[in-house]
C-alpha cells in the first residue's frame, strides 16, 4: 500500500527563520511529487519534481526530490508570517494518476 | 479562464437531505478530480473523470455518491441521504491528462450536515 509521512506535523518558529519540511514516501509506480500550500481553501501548486537530484526554486521556496532514499524536502527561508499555512506533499503514480497525500506540515510563522 | 471553479462554496443541510456540487475546470483541460478533506488531513481521492468518462472511483465512495461529467465539461457531484459524517470540504481539481503539469484545485465547497 501506498505510504506518504510529513514530517512535523506542526511547526512553530519566528519570522526570518528558516525551516525544512519532510516529505518522506512509499510508492509503487512513481511518477511525480507535488508540493502545495494550503491556507483557507484549496491547496494551491507550489513544485512539481520528477526528477532526482534537481532543485526546484520559487523565491525564498525550495524543493528537492531524494529517489533513492525516498524523500523530499521543501525550505523556506527568511520566513515571513504570510507563509504560515498548511504544506501538502503529493504523488502521482504511473497507474492512474490520482493524487496520493501526505497529512500535511501545519506551519505557523510568528511575528 | 479563471481557473476551476466550484459551486456553492458553502452548504448547510439536514441530515437525510440531497445534495449536489458543481465543478467547472479549466477548459483545456481534460481530467477531473474529486476529493473530499477533513480538518488536519490531506485530501482523500474520491474520483475521476477523462473526458466524459468516470475512469475510477475510490472504494471508500458509499453508492449515496455519485458524480457526472455529461460533456466532458462541467462536473457534478452528488450526495444522497447525506450524515454527519459527510460534512467536509469537497474539492475538485483539473488537469491535462497525464497530470504531468500539476492539478490546479478550486476553492472547494464546504459541507455541513446538522
Known amino acids: 500500500e501506498d505510504k506518504v509521512v510529513q514530517s512535523p506535523l506542526s511547526l512553530v518558529v519566528h519570522e526570518g527563520d528558516t525551516v525544512t519540511l519532510n516529505c518522506s514516501y512509499e510508492?509503487?509506480?512513481?511518477?511525480?511529487l507535488l508540493w502545495y500550500k494550503q491556507e483557507k481553501k484549496a491547496p494551491t501548486f507550489l513544485f512539481m519534481l520528477?526528477?532526482s537530484g534537481i532543485e526546484k526554486k520559487s523565491g525564498r521556496l525550495s524543493s528537492i526530490l531524494d529517489k533513492k532514499e525516498l524523500f523530499s524536502i521543501l525550505n523556506i527561508t527568511a520566513t515571513q508570517t504570510g507563509d504560515s499555512a498548511v504544506y501538502l506533499c503529493a504523488f502521482i503514480t504511473d497507474s492512474n494518476y490520482q493524487l496520493i497525500w501526505g497529512a500535511g506540515t501545519k506551519l505557523i510563522i510568528k511575528p | 479562464d479563471t481557473g476551476v471553479s466550484q459551486n456553492p462554496r458553502h452548504k448547510i443541510t439536514k441530515r437525510g437531505q440531497n445534495v449536489t456540487f458543481r465543478c467547472d475546470p479549466i477548459s483545456e483541460h481534460n481530467r477531473l478530480y474529486w476529493y473530499r478533506q477533513t480538518l488536519g488531513q490531506g485530501p482523500e481521492f474520491l474520483t475521476y473523470f477523462q473526458n466524459e468518462a468516470q475512469l475510477e472511483k475510490s472504494r471508500l465512495l458509499s453508492d449515496r455518491f455519485s458524480a457526472e461529467r455529461p460533456k466532458g465539461s462541467f462536473s457534478t457531484l452528488e450526495i444522497q441521504r447525506t450524515e454527519q459524517g459527510d460534512s467536509a470540504m469537497y474539492l475538485c481539481?483539473?488537469?491535462?491528462?497525464?497530470?504531468?503539469?500539476?492539478?490546479?484545485f478550486g476553492s472547494g465547497t464546504r459541507l455541513t450536515v446538522v
Open positions: 481539481a483539473s488537469s491535462l491528462a497525464g497530470g504531468d503539469y500539476g492539478y490546479t
Open positions: 520528477t526528477s
Open positions: 510508492v509503487t509506480n512513481f511518477r511525480s
